[in-house]
């Protein structure tokens, strides 16, 4: 709606009043009205044009805007709703199998490879180790002995001496042990009394409580190897033919080898480990550490060992050990605070070379027990 100016309308109105009063000329108050008359359509044209012109501006800009929002809101949300179905898809698998029979599908990835395979935990009671009669293993105790059988040839003068040492050491002996049958003879009594003491000590070690059944992990292996298959069909189709595994002693087994398909091989994230990446990574320097992975795969290594009877794993990430060392410094750095403040200075002082040389090692001794399976 056009309006005039508040000042426009008053001076119209002092025109007419001075019209009425004075003596004015015909022409001058024709003029006058003429002027009046021809401002008003004046400003009803600028305030219409004005008006006019400016609704079709907004509405054209205001179409353009909403039209261009809306492209890029409905390319953001189709970008948002790709990703959510990549997360659903992940999340949609049903898992009821695995959770009513305990076990769980894991992804490894090795130097050789990416492979699928099954774990589970239960009680070190409830369990039969893996046979590993089958492995070759370095016996140092069978070249201490080798070492003490060999023989050392001396000459003449050196045996005569050897043998007047011995008649002085038997003379010596002779002599200590008579000293040592007169010390019995008085300390009998004494020992009748300790005798007492030792069958009260036995009596209450027998008392004490045996240790606590703990629970252990237990994966889809054979004889020392762990079965490792490239695809999850593979996996599936080994199971299913009733191959000789470990995991045959648990008792929800049959459930699974009746129930298992290959769509419900997607382990979880927590259940994929990437080895094939930590020797690289630690070759970067501290700077350059993923936290999460290195103490993924020290999980994992620590799992295979246990199941699969690796000593010298075990040895490598027990308590005190230089890579335990390492990984109590991730897990400290990954607390974040004081704690992970502290747990970063520590990761400083841990070698880089001796950090990758070591888990070079380890995974060089999983990779040797891996049994591939297409």
Same mark, same amino acid.
């Given at each position: 709606?056009?309006?005039?100016?508040?000042?426009?309308?008053?001076?119209?109105?002092?025109?007419?009043?001075?019209?009425?009063?004075?003596?004015?000329?015909?022409?001058?108050?024709?003029?006058?009205? /003429?002027? +009046? &008359?021809?401002?008003?359509?004046?400003?009803? *044209? @600028? #305030?219409?044009?004005? !008006?006019?012109? %400016? =609704?079709? $501006? /907004?509405? +054209? &800009?205001?179409?353009?805007?909403?039209?261009? *929002? @809306? #492209?890029?809101?409905? !390319?953001?949300? %189709? =970008?948002? $709703?790709?990703?959510?179905?990549?997360?659903?898809?992940?999340?949609?698998?049903?898992?009821?199998?695995?959770?009513?029979?305990?076990?769980?599908?894991?992804?490894?990835?090795?130097?050789?490879?990416?492979?699928?395979?099954?774990?589970?935990?239960?009680?070190?009671?409830?369990?039969?180790?893996?046979?590993?009669?089958?492995?070759?293993?370095?016996?140092?105790?069978?070249?201490?002995?080798?070492?003490?059988?060999?023989?050392?040839?001396?000459?003449?003068?050196?045996?005569?001496?050897?043998?007047?040492?011995?008649?002085?050491?038997?003379?010596?002996?002779?002599?200590?042990?008579?000293?040592?049958?007169?010390?019995?003879?008085?300390?009998?009594?004494?020992?009748?009394?300790?005798?007492?003491?030792?069958?009260?000590?036995?009596?209450?070690?027998?008392?004490?409580?045996?240790?606590?059944?703990?629970?252990?992990?237990?994966?889809?292996?054979?004889?020392?190897?762990?079965?490792?298959?490239?695809?999850?069909?593979?996996?599936?189709?080994?199971?299913?033919?009733?191959?000789?595994?470990?995991?045959?002693?648990?008792?929800?087994?049959?459930?699974?080898?009746?129930?298992?398909?290959?769509?419900?091989?997607?382990?979880?994230?927590?259940?994929?480990?990437?080895?094939?990446?930590?020797?690289?990574?630690?070759?970067?320097?501290?700077?350059?550490?993923?936290?999460?992975?290195?103490?993924?795969?020290?999980?994992?290594?620590?799992?295979?060992?246990?199941?699969?009877?690796?000593?010298?794993?075990?040895?490598?990430?027990?308590?005190?050990?230089?890579?335990?060392?390492?990984?109590?410094?991730?897990?400290?750095?990954?607390?974040?605070?004081?704690?992970?403040?502290?747990?970063?200075?520590?990761?400083?002082?841990?070698?880089?070379?001796?950090?990758?040389?070591?888990?070079?090692?380890?995974?060089?001794?999983?990779?040797?027990?891996?049994?591939?399976?297409?």
């Amino acid at each position: 709606m056009a309006r005039t100016s508040p000042g426009r309308r008053n001076d119209g109105k002092s025109s007419a009043k001075r019209a009425e009063t004075t003596d004015v000329d015909a022409d001058e108050v024709t003029a006058a009205g /003429a002027t +009046d &008359a021809g401002d008003a359509p004046d400003a009803g *044209d @600028a #305030t219409g044009s004005t !008006d006019s012109g %400016d =609704a079709p $501006d /907004a509405g +054209d &800009a205001t179409g353009s805007t909403d039209s261009g *929002d @809306a #492209t890029d809101a409905g !390319d953001a949300t %189709d =970008a948002t $709703d790709d990703d959510a179905t990549d997360a659903g898809a992940a999340e949609d698998v049903d898992r009821s199998l695995w959770e009513s029979a305990g076990i769980e599908p894991v992804e490894i990835a090795l130097p050789a490879g990416v492979g699928y395979t099954l774990r589970a935990y239960r009680l070190d009671t409830d369990l039969t180790p893996t046979d590993i009669s089958d492995r070759d293993e370095e016996d140092l105790f069978a070249e201490r002995s080798a070492e003490d059988d060999e023989v050392v040839i001396l000459d003449e003068e050196f045996l005569a001496g050897v043998e007047e040492d011995e008649r002085e050491d038997l003379q010596v002996a002779r002599e200590r042990r008579r000293a040592r049958s007169k010390a019995d003879e008085s300390d009998e009594s004494e020992e009748d009394e300790d005798g007492e003491a030792d069958e009260a000590e036995e009596t209450a070690e027998a008392d004490e409580p045996e240790e606590e059944p703990e629970e252990v992990p237990i994966f889809l292996s054979h004889r020392g190897k762990l079965l490792l298959f490239r695809t999850p069909e593979g996996l599936v189709s080994y199971v299913r033919s009733g191959g000789p595994h470990d995991l045959a002693q648990l008792d929800s087994w049959a459930g699974v080898a009746e129930g298992i398909q290959p769509e419900l091989i997607a382990p979880t994230d927590e259940d994929s480990y990437e080895l094939d990446l930590v020797v690289e990574n630690l070759r970067g320097g501290h700077d350059t550490w993923d936290t999460t992975l290195l103490i993924e795969a020290g999980e994992i290594s620590r799992d295979l060992a246990y199941a699969l009877r690796l000593v010298a794993v075990l040895d490598a990430l027990a308590p005190g050990s230089p890579l335990d060392d390492l990984d109590e410094a991730l897990r400290a750095a990954a607390g974040g605070g004081i704690g992970g403040f502290r747990g970063r200075r520590r990761l400083k002082k841990i070698g880089a070379q001796t950090a990758t040389l070591g888990w070079r090692t380890i995974i060089g001794k999983i990779s040797a027990v891996v049994d591939w399976r297409d």
